[in-house]
T-cell receptor, first 120, second 113 residues
Framework: NAGVTQTPKFQVLKTGQSMTLQCAQDMNHEYMSWYRQDPGMGLRLIHYSVGAGITDQGEVPNGYNVSRSTTEDFPLRLLSAAPSQTSVYFC???????????????????FGEGSRLTVL | GNSVTQMEGPVTLSEEAFLTINCTYTATGYPSLFWYVQYPGEGLQLLLKATKADDKGSNKGFEATYRKETTSFHLEKGSVQVSDSAVYFCALRLPRGFQKLVFGTGTRLLVSP
């Protein structure tokens, strides 16, 4: 029962470096998303995708890039890391609820264990 | 805009005490409401939810009632255990908002034996 798998779990970068946080899910979920978690601010949505080939911006997209070439994978790219991007990142997935099974979205997101990123 | 406000933590209780964590929301339309829980070192997981006014969500002894008149969704448990120590997040989802959730800042609960 893998669920949502994030790698790496920990990463330290220098300002200006680039990296990719990987996210994979094996539940055939249409919807995938990235959140960042910061003290006193809860979780904020960075980017999301409602299916392969479709992505859109969330609340705090600047400095991040995403793509969705397969249903299973949704990588998050930092093109030029900044100290303000020091955070814990969570990937989450769910059914859209609008596909073959019909119905409406349930709101239940399945989260990975998180990736802690420090930018020096 | 759409937002969720939770009480500041940490909330510190002794085992078997009664728990209330307050949550109020601001939203256009009629959102669905959720409580998620994050145990140490783990991702968030759904605890309970309510999709319309006066609905009561419940799970693992926790309850919350969707109060439209006070725009609230307070989390309660009659007798907490040490294993309930975690961070609790209140969240909302707008109608036709796909699975985009708006989260509160989280409330840490510490339960001592």
């Amino acid at each position: 029962n893998a669920g949502v798998t994030q790698t790496p779990k920990f990463q330290v970068l220098k300002t200006g470096q680039s990296m990719t946080l990987q996210c994979a899910q094996d539940m055939n979920h249409e919807y995938m998303s990235w959140y960042r978690q910061d003290p006193g601010m809860g979780l904020r949505l960075i980017h999301y995708s409602v299916g392969a080939g479709i992505t859109d911006q969330g609340e705090v997209p600047n400095g991040y890039n995403v793509s969705r070439s397969t249903t299973e994978d949704f990588p998050l790219r930092l093109l030029s890391a900044a100290p303000s991007q020091t955070s814990v990142y969570f990937c989450a997935s769910s059914y859209n609820g609008q596909g073959k099974a019909g119905g409406s979205p349930t709101g239940e997101l399945f989260f990975g264990e998180g990736s802690r990123l420090t930018v020096l | 805009g759409n937002s969720v406000t939770q009480m500041e933590g940490p909330v510190t209780l002794s085992e078997e005490a009664f728990l209330t964590i307050n949550c109020t929301y601001t939203a256009t339309g009629y959102p669905s409401l959720f409580w998620y829980v994050q145990y140490p070192g783990e991702g968030l997981q759904l605890l309970l939810k309510a999709t319309k006014a006066d609905d009561k969500g419940s799970n693992k002894g926790f309850e919350a009632t969707y109060r439209k008149e006070t725009t609230s969704f307070h989390l309660e448990k009659g007798s907490v255990q040490v294993s309930d120590s975690a961070v609790y997040f209140c969240a909302l989802r707008l109608p036709r908002g796909f699975q985009k959730l708006v989260f509160g800042t989280g409330t840490r609960l510490l339960v001592s034996p």
